[in-house]
């Protein structure tokens, strides 16, 4: 059997459908061995790669939540890039927390040894956008000068709560979502754009999860004296001229309560803006990953 073997790999054609043959079936079984969603394993950060892509991103997402917050408030776009000056390097220090705390929970934290692995492992996966909370804070209230003149030290604070949760689902979307998508859509040969197809399916999921809280922290943001349930209330009011003139009265407030939590005023901007930031973070930091600051600085001395 060994000798026929040898005999039909010596055919040059007959090895190339051997190997070629091979090759798809490896991917097909490593296709079967899917990680869970929170199993996923974090790559080593390459903070200049993931400084770039912020400062890039950047601009998009400055750009994208003037628009939301224009929708939301019904006023004029006062300016697309506010305070960039500011925006810019604290951008970099919050998608590089989130990358790295990512990284340095899981070198650090065996979930393994604990009783319950799993809720460590949950526990992991929400920390950064926990941790990364103040900072989204700062993001905010650089975009909200317009219409809150309370000073930034007063201004960032608001709307903290519900901004906590659409951190968490931002920070589980951008590391584990995009990763456990990629893994489970491989549509192309492309590393690139398999990378690219990631993020974009957990864009989707991520800004359809979080519209509602992150309507309310800009909603508080910009209007402190009101509260969670004012705006909420304002939400629904909002919502109801969407309600078709056939449903009866009683039943309008309950339509419109279910229009704006479930198709909510913003909601095309809110996941186009996450959907591209992950695009654009995810593929610069996937292109850049080879690049460190001294591969940067070596260049520039020849």
Do not use: C
Request: positive net charge.
């Amino acid at each position: 059997q060994s000798t026929a073997l040898a005999e039909v790999l010596e055919d040059k054609t007959a090895s190339r459908e051997v190997m070629h043959s091979l090759s798809k079936e490896i991917r097909r079984q490593a296709s079967l061995l899917q990680t869970p969603l929170f199993e996923q394993h974090a790559k080593p950060t390459p903070y200049f790669a993931t400084s770039v892509a912020a400062s890039i991103e950047s601009f998009y997402r400055s750009g994208m939540n003037s628009v939301l917050n224009a929708r939301l408030t019904g006023q004029p776009v006062a300016s697309l890039f506010p305070n960039m000056h500011m925006q810019i390097p604290t951008r970099i220090v919050y998608i590089n927390g989130f990358k790295g705390l990512r990284h340095l929970l899981e070198k650090h934290v065996d979930a393994d040894q604990y009783e319950y692995p799993q809720v460590v492992r949950l526990l992991e996966a929400v920390s950064p956008g926990v941790i990364m909370t103040p900072v989204s804070g700062m993001l905010e209230a650089f975009n909200a000068g317009h219409m809150n003149p309370e000073s930034l030290a007063t201004r960032w604070i608001r709307g903290t709560a519900p901004r906590m949760l659409r951190e968490v689902i931002f920070g589980v979307g951008l590391n584990q979502l995009s990763d456990y998508f990629e893994e489970r859509l491989p549509l192309t040969d492309s590393a690139a754009m398999n990378n690219a197809i990631g993020s974009m399916v957990a864009g989707v999921v991520s800004g359809y999860l979080s519209h509602v809280p992150h309507n309310l922290s800009t909603m508080k943001l910009m209007n402190p004296q009101k509260s969670y349930a004012a705006h909420m209330d304002d939400f629904i009011r909002r919502a109801e001229v969407r309600v078709p003139n056939t449903v009866a009265p009683r039943k309008r407030y309950m339509v419109a309560t279910a229009l704006a939590v479930l198709f909510p005023k913003g909601l095309t901007v809110r996941t186009s803006q996450i959907v591209g930031s992950f695009i654009i973070l995810n593929g610069t930091i996937n292109s850049l990953k080879e690049v460190d600051s001294s591969t940067v600085m070596d260049l520039f001395k020849r």
